[in-house]
């Protein structure tokens, strides 16, 4: 199994798990889904949710950053379970994340700025 493959694997499980937890807020994904669909929130190529424009209001902060905070949460546990590194297994999701991004929202490539997809 080639290391990419191995990574997006151990990642997905551990993201099932997480999101099958009670401590995933269902509201927080609204808002974010919301702020990509306006173009003021986005994904990133590291695996992160980034902020487009520079002005969002502090529920939108308060849901990017816990999400980010869960995702780094489940980068460190893939890195750990497959013997990579969090920034391996993050830019491995954020490969899977814009790809699978609608047209219209925003992305954002490591060696890039925000482009619309």
């Known amino acids: ?32 889904d919301a702020a990509k669909a306006a173009g003021t929130v986005g994904e990133q190529a590291d695996g992160y949710l980034g902020f487009v424009s520079g002005s969002v209001d502090g529920a939108t902060t308060a849901a990017v950053n816990a999400i980010n ?31 699978r991004t609608p047209g219209g929202q925003f992305i954002k490539p490591l060696d890039g700025g925000w482009s619309r997809k």
């Open 69 to 99: 905070a869960g995702r780094a949460d489940v980068y460190a546990q893939t890195a750990a379970k497959s013997g990579t590194t969090r920034e391996a297994a993050g830019q491995a999701t954020g490969a899977q994340l814009i790809a």
């Open 1 to 32: 199994m080639s290391n990419f493959k191995k990574i997006f694997s151990v990642f997905v499980a551990t993201l099932m798990l997480a999101l099958a937890s009670p401590a995933f807020a269902q509201n927080e994904k609204a808002i974010v």
